[in-house]
């Protein structure tokens, strides 16, 4: 019989979003859905703020990725006041960014996606979560809490806070940093550099072999990619030129101030996620997965697969295995988790990179900006993927306009094609348990998606539904626009 499963809440990710899958009559899987079922209104109430509150305010949009919002924001200002910042005051920025991506590889991996390899993804959910691991490798534990820990302490010292941070200001960074507090990042990033080294060989030699066969066939589909890169095609996260890849491979390369000529954004009633695709590819949006149309995806894999090369030597190597391994571009969904650990590795090199250029301690942080009328765009790597900020102000300095597109919005159409090539390929004859729910949600969890940051579908025609319950939880009414 007919029959609709929904896994709600999907867990280990970052913000709220259920399952929905339609079994047929047969059941078999007719369609599967991730539903965002939340919605932030930034675009909305930024408007009419003086623009260089917006690095102060974007932060907020998330608890786990602030300082992404708050670069990309710090950036776009730079853009609409028409300054371009004093090398020690990007470098300090790029320098913060590599300290959070690393405080977010090493969250994802070992406590959202850990529990799923370490534990099995059949063990039960009383056990498939961050206790769990603790008590199965409670020395590894030991050392990821440390690390992160140490990751935290390491942006207060740069920027006074590590959540919600205010150092990133229009025109550069406002706290120079002194040189008795690079000694002390410098140690720190020698641990953090050894945790890196650590978790990409405890991978290849636990994680991957074993689960080489899911590896192989869970959420398996084939989409383009967006990343950023240097000028020379080096992997870039916080500044460079846009690359759009095939799925074939052939790419082009664009400023990312013209975004809007490259991507546009598909909506769908059923979520307040938009779905981005590329539209210079001409042949509109579609995301069945047999034939999608314009998809294209971001994040670690992705940025892994558009760069030609990384310019530190020890991801560099690892990047040159990875590639004769799965060739290029990789289009294995769960290569995300590896591709994640070589950029681990990677900004850990960047941030002993950064702390050793002797700028790095340079006074001179900031230039002085001035209201203007002006639309400035930015872009830097977040960990869950390419993010653009899109300001215009008027003549004194008020926001006007607001886009923003963020890291998972690009991936909802593929996670949506992962989600439903999971489903099919697990759920037959009506037969299901748990544990295939869970490896449902392990394709999901493969693109760490940030739902909270994500939502801000705001058109005009956006919908509400309440369900309303008794004391017994029976549903009693529903209210909908
Ligand atoms: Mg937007
Ligand atoms: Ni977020």
């Known amino acids: ?55 102060r305010i974007t932060p907020r949009i998330c608890g786990v990725c602030p300082w992404s919002h708050h670069l990309a924001s710090a950036k776009a200002c730079d853009a609409v006041f028409g300054v371009e910042p004093p090398p020690a005051g990007k470098k ?36 498939r979560n961050v206790i769990g691991i603790l008590q199965a490798a409670p020395d590894i534990a030991r050392k990821v809490v440390k690390v992160r820990q140490m990751c935290a302490h390491m942006l207060e010292i ?19 940093l002194a040189p008795a507090e690079r000694d002390q990042l410098r140690k720190n990033a020698d641990e953090a550099l050894e945790l890196a080294k650590f978790s990409i060989a405890f991978a290849k030699e636990n994680v991957f072999p074993k689960y080489l066969e899911v590896v192989k066939s869970l959420g398996v589909i084939k989409t383009g990619f967006l990343g950023t ?25 664009f400023p990312y101030a013209s975004y809007t000529d490259f991507l546009s954004e598909h909506i769908e009633s059923w979520s307040y996620l938009k779905f981005p695709y590329a539209k210079q590819w001409g042949e509109g949006f579609s995301m069945d997965a047999d034939n999608p149309k314009g998809v294209y995806r971001t994040n670690t894999l992705a940025r892994i697969n558009v760069c030609d090369f990384i310019d530190t030597p020890l991801a560099q190597a690892e990047l040159e295995e990875f590639r004769a391994k799965f060739g290029r571009p990789a289009q294995l969904t769960l290569l995300y988790h590896w ?44 960990p869950r993927g390419t993010l653009i900020h899109d300001y215009t102000t008027d003549a004194n300095g008020l926001v006007t306009n607001v886009n923003m597109i963020v890291g998972t919005t690009h991936n909802n ?69």
């Open 158 to 176: 740069l920027a006074g806070k590590a959540i919600h941070p205010q150092a990133a200001i229009p025109g550069g960074f406002s706290k120079p």
């Open 339 to 382: 591709a994640r650990l070589i950029e681990l590795l990677y900004n850990a090199e960047n941030a002993i990179r950064l702390l050793d250029d002797p700028e790095i301690t340079s006074t001179e942080t900031r230039v002085k900006v001035t209201p203007r009328a002006a639309r400035g765009v930015s872009c830097t790597e977040a």
């Open 229 to 253: 890169v240097k000028e020379n095609g080096a992997l870039n996260l916080y500044d460079g030129k846009l690359r759009l890849m095939t799925p074939n491979g052939t790419h082009q390369d």
């Open 1 to 55: 019989m007919a029959k609709t499963l929904v896994i709600q809440p999907v867990t280990r990710v970052e913000g709220h979003a259920k399952v929905t899958i339609q079994l047929n009559d047969a059941g078999n899987v007719d369609t599967a859905r991730v539903n965002v079922i939340e919605l932030r209104g930034f675009e909305k109430f930024c408007l009419g703020r003086p623009v260089e509150d917006l690095p």
């Open 92 to 127: 300090l920025r790029e320098l913060c960014n590599s300290i959070a991506f690393m405080e977010e590889h090493i969250l994802h991996f070992y406590f959202l996606a850990g529990a799923d390899f370490l534990l099995g993804p059949d063990a039960d959910y009383s056990v």
């Open 413 to 481: 159409a593929p996670i949506n094609m992962s989600v439903t090539q999971a489903a099919k390929s697990l759920i037959h004859d009506g037969k299901y348990d748990q544990g295939v729910l869970n490896t449902v949600e392990m394709a999901i969890r493969a693109y760490d998606p940030c739902f909270s940051c994500a939502t801000h579908r705001l058109d005009g025609k956006l919908s509400v539904k309440l369900d309303i319950f008794d004391a017994d939880g029976k549903l009693v009414g529903t209210l909908a626009n």
